[in-house]
């Protein structure tokens, strides 16, 4: 007999036919808000697939052929909201902060729609950061297997040496597996410190600071600076802007 979950149609954007996807999921992924809060609204018995009230965010809906409301209203596609923030030093990938550091959320306007940061940059790291409210755009920009490159420019203490450089270019053998091959060039070089650029397609946690550590070299700044074919520039720090198409694309290129 036909379920709930096998009956009806999403009102809205057409998708692949028969996609299949959890009820909190599937809230999120329409731009209405995160995972979690989609989850206590259903709970609330706040939302129904085909006019039935759903109280099980596990439930497996499809968006293709069905409707789904929230508190009687049909819920449609939004607009997706992709904007590239220059994260300074300091402030954290997240939305609230237990220790009360500044979290990106403080440097974005209180009224945007709900956005999510895709991947992380570590609160000693800076540069470009993409939030959206795009799931499909978030799966290509950090699943390895679509090999986005992301690019950093770290300074080194000391003077890495060709051979330390061919390591990294090659893979380090960390806790959680060896890393992919790296892009790696020297830009700049003192007596100190030495500037490389790294290119990753991989985002592991504070993977080129634990590459660095393994070849007996500390990070002393790491920024990245593109992330595909779309470069920070000069986005200054705490700053962001809003992404049109054109820019969104030059993302996954």
């Known amino acids: 007999m036909p379920t709930v979950a096998d009956e009806a149609i999403v009102k809205g954007k057409r998708r692949d036919p028969g996609r299949r996807v959890q009820l909190h999921r599937a809230l999120s992924k329409l731009g209405l808000g995160s995972r979690t809060e989609a989850w206590d609204w259903i709970r609330a018995g706040q939302v129904a697939v085909d006019g039935r009230v759903v109280t099980d965010p ?10 789904i409301t929230r508190s009687g209203l049909a819920v ?3 607009q997706h909201l992709t904007l590239a923030l220059h994260k300074p030093r300091g402030t954290v990938t997240t939305r609230r902060d237990e220790r009360g550091r500044q979290t990106v959320y403080d440097l974005l306007p209180a009224d945007l729609p709900w956005i999510f940061p895709v991947g992380r940059l570590d609160a000693d790291s800076e540069g470009l ?11 290509r920009l950090t699943e390895p297997g679509h090999g ?10 000391g003077q890495p040496t060709p051979e330390t450089l061919s390591q990294l270019r090659q893979g380090i053998d960390l806790p959680d597996g060896r890393t992919l091959p790296a892009g790696v060039r020297v830009l700049r070089q003192t007596e100190q410190a030495t500037l490389v650029e790294m290119v990753l397609t991989e ?12 070849v007996g070299h500390r990070v002393r700044r790491l920024v990245r600076v593109a992330i595909g074919g779309y470069e920070l520039r000069d986005l200054p720090a705490g700053q962001h802007r809003v992404l049109g198409q054109e820019e969104r694309e030059r993302l996954v290129t």
């Open 58 to 67: 596990l439930t497996w809906i499809d968006l293709d052929r069905q409707q």
């Open 76 to 78: 449609q596609p939004r």
């Open 129 to 139: 950061l993409i939030l959206t409210s795009d799931s499909e755009l978030a799966v």
């Open 148 to 157: 986005i490159a992301k690019t950093y420019h770290v300074t080194l203490a």
């Open 203 to 214: 985002g592991r946690n504070r993977q080129i600071r634990r590459m660095a550590a393994a």
